[in-house]
């Protein structure tokens, strides 16, 4: 299976997933799958409708919030959230690399009260670096 970075026990993240990982996915404990990216940016990826369908079929919910190089926007950021925050388990997240899903899950965290430093600690345990996001972590946090 694709290798997942677990960001905490709510959410993961993986580079593209295929849809015969589903069932494996479902049978690991994950409740919703998130895919944050725009249906042919790679020749040969899975189109978001067969992730879907083989999500739908293996009991997960799935939701598309495609994330392109324009960046990051806040209806991006509150779907994330809304994701996380309805999930009836850990939700696993993929784009190409597993960075952006990691960075829109800060942003979206951050946003719903998580202190920058926490995010960027559990982005860092996983492998990603945080650093050139944080203006943005620390214009999305709530004051104290």
Same mark, same amino acid.
């Given at each position: ?22 069932? /494996?996915? &479902? =049978?690991?404990?994950? #409740? @919703? ?13 899975? *189109?978001?409708? /067969?992730? &879907? =369908?083989?999500?739908? #079929? @293996? ?13 990051? *926007? ?5 779907a994330m959230a809304a994701v996380l ?38 982005a860092a345990a996983a492998g990603y ?16």
């Amino acid at each position: 299976m694709t290798m997942l970075r677990t960001i905490d026990p709510t959410i993961a993240v993986a580079p593209q997933i295929s849809p015969d990982a589903m069932g /494996e996915l &479902a =049978a690991s404990g994950f #409740a @919703a799958i998130v895919n944050n990216r725009p249906d042919g940016e790679d020749m040969g990826q899975p *189109s978001g409708a /067969e992730i &879907a =369908a083989a999500a739908e #079929a @293996a009991g997960l919910t799935y939701t598309a919030i495609p994330v392109t190089h324009a960046g990051f *926007s806040h209806p991006q950021i509150d779907a994330m959230a809304a994701v996380l925050a309805e999930a009836k388990g850990p939700v696993l997240a993929y784009c190409r690399s597993g960075t952006r899903s990691c960075n829109l899950w800060a942003l979206a965290a951050v946003k719903a009260g998580v202190h920058p430093d926490t995010a960027m600690a559990k982005a860092a345990a996983a492998g990603y670096d945080l650093t050139g996001l944080r203006p943005l972590l620390d214009a999305l946090s709530t004051p104290a």
